[in-house]
């Protein structure tokens, strides 16, 4: 009896690894998971198609993010509420205490493009241009690609 508790008990605490969540769909969300934010895909996709894609952030109880996911739109519930296929997801990274990971904000060489996200050093300016890493959804292979750092810049979003 005390090996099927354990095993219960190691089951609940299993994380879930980044991997696994590619294919699934989005609501509803793995045990112990919950949508913590995220933004459409939109001025790489034109306002005909705003929010066919989405980059999300999954966190866990405590609210710490977990993964982050690429999202492909597949419909609403009757709340309005957005379902999402999973086409790629990465473990959320540990970052230093000063860096944020910025969405949809960025450019890359002057250029606005919703697909790239990034680690950014928090600033007191309006374009953050301290980049630790960013990547970019590929919407032809509907995955993350690393980007080289070079030309990227975000726009703080508490700036006008």
Request: hydrophobic content about 40%.
């Amino acid at each position: 009896m005390r090996l099927i508790h354990f095993v219960c008990l190691l089951a609940l605490s299993t994380p879930i690894f980044a991997a696994d969540l590619i294919g699934s769909e989005i609501p509803p969300y793995p045990d112990g998971l919950k949508e913590a934010e995220g933004a459409c895909v939109a001025d790489s996709l034109g306002a005909e198609n705003i929010c066919n894609y989405a980059i999300g952030v999954l966190a866990n109880a405590n609210d710490e993010p977990t993964h982050i996911y690429a999202g492909k739109f597949l419909r609403y519930d009757k709340e309005n509420a957005p379902y999402w296929l999973v086409t790629d997801a990465i473990p959320y990274p540990k970052l230093p205490d000063d860096y944020f990971v910025a969405f949809a904000t960025c450019r890359e060489n002057g250029k606005d493009d919703s697909t790239i996200f990034a680690a950014v050093k928090g600033e007191d300016t309006e374009i953050y241009k301290n980049i630790l890493w960013a990547y970019r959804l590929d919407l032809t292979q509907q995955k993350f690609i690393t980007l080289d750092t070079k030309g990227i810049e975000c726009r703080s979003e508490g700036e006008d």
